[in-house]
């Protein structure tokens, strides 16, 4: 007799190292039981959430009828977080009840009751399971384009604050995309607003004449933090950086 574990596939997911939750006391009879229902009255899918250029693939189980005792077994078979209710659409119909699994969940349940179900379902599985392990969500994502086509080259990647990545191309025209929305949404008569000049350099310190060095680009810098800056470096090295061009007179 196979144990549990060996029944219950778990999703191949680098992010999922912990025994899976839905790992728990199942048996043959129950996965045969659940096929066959959800061959009949399930449904499945995956949605694409995008953000920053990347395409986040959750995959979900969804199981529909009127029969609540029926819908309640499944809901304890499958762990699922609840059973919603949802009155009859038309006055002649019935209450329907609803359990839906999603995430990497939904990927193990299409994953152990794919040898059970028919051509129909079987590709549509396919497709989610495709899908998913397609997507760039997954840290060690074996993709080497993104959803829109692109290659991800060294230049072409870029990494989110939580180590993600994503494609620069898909993040610039997005980018671009916000940008002519916003442009789009201001009123005929809109003027910029100037910035006031800054009176303040970035610590503090006040722009009078004496305490202003012009660079040689042209640019605006405070004395206290130039002679700050150079105090600091001939702390560290001992002298104070030398000037690079020095004209041969
Ligand atoms: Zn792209
Ligand atoms: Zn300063």
């Given at each position: ?6 029944i ?8 999922h190292t ?8 199942i ?35 969804t199981?529909?009828?009127?029969d ?29 009840y609803?359990?839906d699994?999603?995430g ?6 299409m ?21 998913w ?21 060294t ?8 180590g ?17 929305r ?6 005929a ?11 303040h ?7 009078t004449t004496?305490?202003?060095y012009?660079?040689?680009?042209g640019?605006r ?9 150079r ?17 041969e007179?």
């Open positions: 007799m196979a144990t549990n574990q060996d219950f596939l778990r999703p191949l997911s680098a992010r912990k025994p899976h939750p839905l790992l728990h006391p048996t043959t009879h129950e996965i045969a039981w659940l096929a066959g229902l959800l061959e009949g009255e399930g449904s499945f899918g995956h949605k694409t959430a995008r953000k920053n250029g990347t395409s986040y693939i959750t995959a979900r189980v199981l529909e009828m009127c609540v005792d029926i819908v309640t077994r499944a809901r304890k078979i499958l762990d699922a977080p609840a059973v919603y209710a949802r009155p009859a659409r038309k006055a002649h119909g019935n209450d329907t609803r359990i699994i999603s990497s969940k939904a990927i193990a349940v994953m152990t009751i794919l040898p059970f179900m028919g051509e129909r379902r079987r590709t549509r599985i396919l497709a989610c399971i495709d899908a392990k397609g997507s760039s969500h997954r840290p060690h994502s074996s993709a080497t384009h993104c959803l829109h086509g692109h290659a991800y080259t230049e072409n990647t870029g990494r989110d604050k939580q993600w990545r994503y494609c620069r191309t898909c993040a610039r025209l997005h980018a671009r995309q916000a940008q002519h916003k442009r789009a949404q201001r009123p008569d809109w003027q910029p607003v100037p910035r006031p000049p800054k009176t350099c970035i610590h503090g310190h006040l722009y004496e305490n202003t012009t660079r040689p680009d640019e810098q405070c004395r206290t933090c130039r002679h700050a800056q105090d600091s470096i001939e702390q560290r090295y001992g002298t104070a950086p030398r000037r690079k061009y020095v004209r007179r």
